[in-house]
């Protein structure tokens, strides 16, 4: 069931997506060569403490870590370890939090240090696809308009579009309906309507569509071990047009 947000709880999200900011904001600056990911787990159990969040994925369905940090062929849910990045690298930074009952979810990928061009490349397409997914989450339009947009910017350039996983809806718990595929399926295509608030997220393989799950039981890697990128947002649909909540730029 899709849950419609009042203004109150709007505001709410708002809030919680406002410290999200700041968490991915310092985060990114914090890496760096050398950083590990389990580093960068410890700052920001520290920075949403900071700001009197909750770290939303810690201890959800047993995850053991505060964010997911997947690297370079890691698509979503890396936990957070020892390893230390090295330039060239990339790292997904994916984040939610809850700050007095209200949830907000979102995901930014990291370059460290100096990366190759196609590399660089990639992280631009999926950035953009994902801004050309929010200009349709307006109210009147269907999840699949979001949707397509995406598939269209992403497939355009030959890069593999991950289809198990996909957005959703958020704000009064880590997630909700509806679910945001980042391709036009044969599957429910709710109508779009002021209130909701949904977590776009594209997840973008340099190589093939095609995603496994490793041995621990939560990173997903691209199944012919390409590059990966993820950036995310949560989006309210206002009768003005969509509003980013997570503003991490």
Sequence with gaps: MIKLKNDKQIDGIRASGQVLAKTLKALQERVEPGISTVDLDAY???LIGKHGGRAAFLGY??????ICTSVNEAVIHGIPNGRKLRSGDIVTIDCGI??????????????VGSVPPDVRQLLDVTHESLYLGIEQARAGNRVNDISRAIYRCVKSRGYGVVRPYCGH???????EDPQIPNYVG???????????????EPMVNLGGDDVVLLDD???VVSSDRSISAHYEHTVAILDSGPEILTPWE
Aim: charged share 20%; no cysteine.
């Design 61 to 66: 369905m047993g995850f053991p870590a505060a």
């Design 217 to 219: 039981d939560w990173t």
């Design 44 to 46: 920001s159990r520290e």
């Design 169 to 175: 809806g958020v704000g009064l718990a880590i997630h």
């Design 98 to 111: 809850e700050l007095e009952g209200y949830y907000a979810d979102a995901a930014v990928t990291v370059p």
């Design 186 to 200: 044969s599957g429910k295509n709710p109508r779009l309507k002021p209130g909701m608030v949904v977590a776009i």
